[in-house]
């Protein structure tokens, strides 16, 4: 499977889908783990709405960046606690910010349970931004297949639901399904720098007017990251690596109006340490 030592926006749609997921931690010893990152992005896509309009423009003055931290800890019978924050930090906006560039924060937490080779996951989020606050409750499920395909391959297929429990003035309570899939595979097997590629695919359908439109289908995306551990760093400064991603996204214009293109590219470069 992909590293995921470098994360990408949590309430975004760029891998993996299914988010706020705790950090490997590097050992089976480890009960306690986590990982930073920060991210520099083309667009900010939530949900297949493409939040600061950037369309076809790729690394334009819409792009952003994003700085996470999430934690972790192991509990027995196969629970585990996950928690951290994420923000969005660029000048895209003239007014209501949190403070100087960063347009957005959002905080979460909650539990996760595997037991053989299915995860559960309920995680509550507050995303504050544009003066107010964001309520959601995201439930997912998500299947090791590794073993069915003698464990070097594996498609990771996972489903995810979105549910906004309390919106922002104007904005409906509401929901989104997402069902992704995201094959991995090893490039260059190497003990200072292995090369892994995913192919995240995705397909997300939604409730009435949560994105301001119609209820159904809401956009598919397929892309395709590839990592690069930087195991030359000494093992006392953390697990580095760096990824790169870029998404090709399509959206209907009836349940996500708000997009200035139906069709968009996206790019995201990535650094991130696990501990």
């Known amino acids: 499977m992909a590293d995921e030592s470098t994360r990408s926006a949590p309430n975004s749609d760029s891998p ?4 706020y997921e705790s950090s490997e931690p590097s050992g089976t010893a480890d009960k306690i783990y986590g990982s930073v990152g920060l991210d520099f992005a083309s667009h900010f896509v939530s949900y297949g709405g ?3 309009g ?3 423009d790729f690394y334009g003055s819409q792009s952003t960046k994003f700085a996470y931290i ?3 800890a192991d509990l027995p019978n196969g629970f585990a606690l996950t928690f951290g924050a994420w923000s969005d930090i660029n000048n895209n906006a003239d007014e209501d910010t949190i403070g100087g560039n960063i347009q957005e924060i959002d905080v979460y937490g909650g539990l996760t349970y595997t037991t053989g080779a299915v995860t559960l996951g309920a995680i509550y989020q507050q995303w504050y931004y544009g003066g107010d606050t964001e309520r959601v409750l995201d439930l997912s499920v998500g299947y090791d297949d590794s073993a069915l395909w003698g464990g070097d391959f594996a498609l990771n297929p996972s489903f995810l639901t979105h549910i906004r429990v309390n919106g922002q003035e104007g904005q409906d309570d509401g ?3 997402v069902g992704a899939i995201e094959p991995a595979f ?3 097997d190497s003990p200072t720098t292995p090369v892994s590629l995913s192919i995240p695919v995705s397909v997300g359908f939604m409730t009435d007017d949560f994105q ?3 209820s159904g289908f809401g956009y598919a995306s397929i892309g395709a990251t590839a990592s690069l551990g930087l195991g ?4 006392g400064y953390g697990d580095w690596s760096l990824a790169v991603n870029t998404t090709y996204y399509h959206t209907d214009e009836d349940v996500i109006p708000g997009n200035p293109e139906d069709d968009f590219l996206t790019g995201t470069v990535s650094i991130g340490m696990a501990f």
Do not use: N
């Open 50 to 52: 493409d939040v600061w």
């Open 70 to 72: 999430d934690l972790g």
């Open 212 to 214: 301001g439109g119609d």
């Open 232 to 235: 030359f760093i000494p093992a």
């Open 186 to 188: 090893d490039v260059v």
């Open 175 to 177: 929901a989104v399904f």
């Open 16 to 19: 993996s889908q299914v988010q």
């Open 54 to 56: 950037g369309g076809h």
